[in-house]
């Protein structure tokens, strides 16, 4: 079983759509990461979340400790979010485990 | 601005030869890593530095070497190429386990023919 398992792990939206992408992980962890991979292979930070809630522009991200579980959201959806989504934990000494990711398409 | 950046962006070399990823970070992190990723696949740590003269290997094994002589570069070598080593390369850097994150460069891929 992998230390982390993202759902799911192909999503196809229409544009305007509200997009969630879920994480839950096994590792003790001191911090989680969602990243952005764009085809082209570079990778953005788009969050790092330790406890509840987060926003920037129409991207929510939400961690449960307790349970282990993150959530990535994204309101009002749009082809140019198209993307593989990752979910990263953070054990200790800053190393990153990382989800299979989510590719997610936005159709116009 | 600050950044991280990683040459070449792609590299297409033959069988045998000794090749060199450069890293480069202008942010001051002390923490660099280096992720490998196949097409469609997760990133794995291969190599990690937290500081100048300090090299760690990752979670999967590598035959690629690093240094860090200072604190903003970070390069990655291999001896000896092999089609097996074609893949895309990663960095990045982080300032601190509860800083404002990591930072990636745009990669660099790899093809060994």
């Known amino acids: 079983k992998n230390e982390v398992e993202q759902s799911p792990q192909n999503l196809t939206a229409q544009e305007g759509e509200f997009i969630t992408i879920n994480c839950s992980y096994s590792?003790?962890?001191?911090?989680l990461h969602w990243l952005q991979q764009h085809p082209g292979g570079g990778i953005v930070s788009l969050f790092m979340?330790?406890?509840g809630k987060k926003k920037h522009g129409r991207l929510i991200a939400t961690i449960n400790i307790q349970e282990k579980h993150s959530s990535l959201h994204i309101t009002a959806s749009h082809p140019r979010d198209s993307a593989v989504y990752i979910c990263a934990p953070q054990t200790s000494g800053s190393r990153l485990t990382f989800g299979e990711g989510t590719q997610l398409t936005v159709n116009p | 601005e600050a950044d991280i950046y990683q040459t070449p962006r792609y590299l297409v070399i033959g069988t045998g030869k000794k090749i060199t990823l450069e890293c480069s970070q202008t942010?001051?992190?002390?923490?660099m890593y280096w992720y490998q990723q196949d097409p469609g696949m997760e990133l794995h740590l291969i190599h990690y530095s937290y500081g100048v003269n300090s090299t760690e290997k990752g979670d999967l094994s590598s035959e690629s070497t690093v240094s860090r002589i200072r604190t903003e570069h970070f390069p990655l070598t291999l001896e000896s190429a092999r089609p097996s080593h074609t893949s895309q390369y990663l960095c990045?850097?982080?300032?601190?386990?509860?800083?404002?994150?990591?930072?990636f460069g745009s990669g660099t891929r790899l093809t060994v023919v």
């Open positions: 979340l330790s406890s």
């Open positions: 942010m001051g992190h002390d923490k």
């Open positions: 990045a850097s982080s300032e601190s386990e509860r800083g404002n994150g990591y930072t």
């Open positions: 590792v003790g962890i001191s911090a």
